[in-house]
């Protein structure tokens, strides 16, 4: 069975980052959701078109959107493996992501929280949208329904995967290169 790993935590909490070394070191395939949404807005497509009316509002696409995201990685991806960056969100992601990994013949083998801090993530994200980031890095009401949405709704995920124990709880305010090291130990 061919093995997805989840890289987890708030915006700009170092996710991409992080799943960009696992890739490299391990030879798997990156599948950042952010990143497959934002492709698939800027594609102009019927689907890219459903994502960008949430997104705009800084809020979380449906699970049926999500599954048909999903649906289009690449049969390289199922073979070497697959990091999810930034997904699953919430609980019935997580039972969407159960059912279509194991229509693909993989499974969930860790779920790695990158914790920082609320101030941290303000900080970072406001650095990040002075480069000419992300346009929702840009809108400080976006941002906060980004962090509202957190707190309300992916905390739970937590518990669930240290239940099933996948759940690997990692600082991601220390440097980009303990933070790997830390994450290297659990794979």
Same mark, same amino acid.
Not at 34 to 61: H, M, N, P, W
């Given at each position: 069975m061919g093995k997805i790993i989840c890289i987890y935590g708030l915006a700009a909490c170092g996710k991409t980052t992080q799943a960009d070394l696992i890739c490299a070191d391990n030879g798997m395939v990156q599948f950042g959701?952010?990143?497959?949404?934002?492709?698939?807005?800027?594609?102009?497509?019927?689907?890219?078109?459903?994502?960008?009316?949430?997104?705009?509002?800084?809020?979380?696409?449906?699970?049926d959107l999500m599954a048909e995201v999903i649906k289009k990685v690449s049969d390289e991806a199922k073979t070497k493996g697959i990091i999810f960056d930034g997904f699953p969100r919430m609980m019935s992601q997580a039972t969407m992501l159960e059912k279509v990994?194991?229509?693909?013949?993989?499974?969930?083998?860790?779920?790695?929280y990158l914790k920082v801090g609320v101030d941290e993530v303000i900080k970072r994200i406001s650095k990040r949208s002075e480069t000419g980031g992300?346009?929702?890095?840009?809108?400080?009401?976006?941002?906060? @329904?980004?962090? $509202? &949405? %957190? =707190?309300?709704?992916?905390?739970?995920?937590?518990?669930?995967?240290?239940?099933?124990?996948?759940?690997?709880?990692?600082?991601?305010?220390? @440097?980009?290169? $303990? &933070? %790997? =090291?830390?994450?290297?130990?659990h794979l």
């Open positions: 959701m952010g990143d497959t949404l934002r492709a698939e807005i800027e594609s102009g497509s019927e689907l890219g078109q459903k994502i960008k009316s949430y997104v705009d509002q800084g809020i979380l696409i449906t699970d990994g194991a229509e693909m013949g993989m499974d969930v083998e860790k779920f790695i992300r346009a929702d890095d840009k809108d400080p009401a976006v941002v906060q @329904s980004r962090l $509202d &949405v %957190f =707190a309300k709704e992916s905390v739970p995920l937590l518990e669930y995967y240290k239940n099933n124990g996948k759940l690997v709880e990692i600082d991601g305010e220390m @440097s980009i290169e $303990d &933070v %790997f =090291a830390e994450i290297k130990k």
